[in-house]
Nanobody, 118 residues
Framework: QVQLVESGGGLVQPGGSLRLSCIASGITFTFYDMGWYRQAPGKQRELVASMTRRSSTDYLDSVKGRFTISRDNAKNTVYLQMNSLKPEDTAVYYC????????????WGQGTQVTVSS
């Protein structure tokens, strides 16, 4: 059974930082490209950051220079370090794992709420 479990969300003031974690089980982690998505109320889910199995990264323009995605293959974990947070970063953040070849092997976590507010 595949599970992606996110943690690290919460309430933070503008300018603050959070680090999200996503622990994967039930998959061969090194075969998967990993991503962080977010969805704000009334908006579509959007890709925030991704990291391929070979550690190539890509970021949403609005988070470049503020967010950093990383992975620890030994721990089956992907992280999202979020600095200089803004109110517009408020959303539910979801972890995604997609097999690098078999694209139907596409899994999601349950989401973690991030709220940026004073």
């Amino acid at each position: 059974q595949v599970q992606l479990v996110e943690s690290g969300g919460g309430l933070v003031q503008p300018g603050g930082s959070l680090r999200l974690s996503c622990i994967a089980s039930g998959i061969t982690f090194t075969f998967y490209d990993m991503g962080w998505y977010r969805q704000a109320p009334g908006k579509q889910r959007e890709l925030v950051a991704s990291m391929t199995r070979r550690s190539s990264t890509d970021y949403l323009d609005s988070v470049k220079g503020r967010f950093t995605i990383s992975r620890d293959n030994a721990k089956n974990t992907v992280y999202l370090q979020m600095n200089s947070l803004k109110p517009e970063d408020t959303a539910v953040y979801y972890c995604n794992a997609r097999h690098w070849v078999v694209l139907q092997r596409d899994y999601w976590g349950q989401g973690t709420q991030v709220t940026v507010s004073s």
